[in-house]
């Protein structure tokens, strides 16, 4: 079709004189069609042409007949000035029509062409323009109108439709001829074997084409803004804590960390608790029933035990008597702080300044909605060491947001069970200016550290954020459903661009 088209096309440049538009010329062809054969003959300077966008006004089937027969309210009015002594409103549907006597009626009322006299229409002159018959006839001929206010007055009205026609104005090019030589795309053998090759008209090599898109993979955003984190605390000297398990026992996901069994997170409505199995194991070693990680677990277990019932490392503790039961209950992660827990009792073993940072997936028994969702990730970053205070913990803060961009900080007194000092971490947010919460932070309690074993004087560091957060803010999403879950768009995932926090 595309080589019968540049030979009609060339063709018609023979047979007219100046510039033509192709659906004059061409009105039954598709768009990619007649593009088709433009780009071929204009990459060969046959043609010049331009792509012409305009709206064009399509009557509709009143408005045809309209077109044809004239308007309601002419109607209306001829059968009025007909009947000389005038003519009842009741008759009027019988002569004209019942959906002309409805509009018509009206429409000659306030253009003045008739008046009533009780229930009698009479002619009030002699004679009428049918200015919305013209309009139309105009509009039929044109396919469009002088007066913009017309067209919208007539959209309104229902007779016309509005849609966007895409042209092109074609005129011959410098080197136009009346025929187009067939092109060969490839230089065979039997050419060159030949000598046919010497005759031939090769296709020119387009070296500025652009290649096909190669189909291929995309990470998820959150993917991407996970490895700025990971990058920056790898710059910070941190270490990668694993995360694989997202079933954790009640004493690793809360009793640990000192989370009395009555806490409110605790509760159904909070954490989602596995049927099947329903319970774990004491804390142990896989290996040996006897070994000295063994007996270390022994200890710890004992000693959280006390902590939380009796009081212990100069605590009071909570006072109420401790169930082991509720302690073995599985439940699905409602943090990776169990995991820090983890490995500070692995720290214990041999204590000594540490770094460690975790991201991944922790799961809250939560109402869905623009901002809230029953799992999302976790960001987690723990420092250990002896002599910490909390200014220093204020001022490594400052650093680690100063490598995200964020550089205005306010904190806000804020309780954990498991911390003493906590901070709430506000930044200032300058494309929604104002102050956003960005993490939590605080202290881990001596009933959280000493229990494990480790040192009296050591001190360690706790805070986190989420992913999602975050990851909204650099790529625009207002609805966190939008990035995780089945409603994710893939075209979304496939086009963003990789991201890069605003990094000092």
Known sequence: MADDLTSNVLGYLSDHDGPFLTNDAFPSLTFVTIKSALDRLGSREFIIYKQIDREEATLTDEAEGIAANGSHEAKVF????????????????????????????????????????????????????????????????????????????????????????????????????????KEETDLTADMLASGTWKNVHLKPYNFEAKGALTPSGALHPLNKVRQEFRQIFFEMGFEEMPTDHYVESGFWNFDALFVPQQHPARDLQDTFYLSDPAEADKPRDPDSAQSPLQKRYDQYWKNIKEVHQDGKYGSIGYRYPYIEEESLRLVLRTHTTATSTYMLHKLAANPRPARYFSIDRVFRNETVDATHLAEFHQVEGV??????????????????????????????????????????????????????????????????????????????????LSLERPTMIKYGVNNIRALLGNKVDLNFVESNPAVRLDKD
């Open 78 to 181: 001829e059968a009025v000035r007909k009947a000389v002594e005038g003519l009842k409103i009741g008759d009027l549907p019988g002569i004209v029509g019942k959906e002309s006597a409805k509009v018509g009626q009206g429409k000659a009322f306030k253009e003045g062409w008739i008046k009533k006299d009780r229930d009698v229409l009479k002619a009030n002159t002699e004679s009428i323009v049918d200015t919305s018959q013209e309009q139309l006839l105009t509009i039929q001929k044109t396919r469009t109108h002088s007066d913009a206010k017309v067209l919208g007055d007539l959209r309104k009205r229902k007779l016309i439709t509005m849609q966007k026609v895409i042209s092109f104005e074609v005129a011959k090019g410098p080197k136009y001829a009346k025929e187009f030589a």
């Open 383 to 464: 420092i250990a060491d002896f002599g910490l205070t909390l200014g220093g913990l204020i001022g490594f803060m400052e650093v680690f947001y100063a490598k995200m961009g964020i550089h205005k900080l306010r904190y806000k007194p804020a309780y954990n069970p498991y911390t003493e000092p906590s901070l709430e971490i506000f930044g200032f947010h300058s494309g929604l200016q104002k102050w956003v919460e960005i993490g939590n932070s605080g202290m881990f309690r001596p009933e959280m550290l000493e229990p494990m074993g480790l040192p009296k004087d050591m001190r360690v560091y706790g805070w986190g």
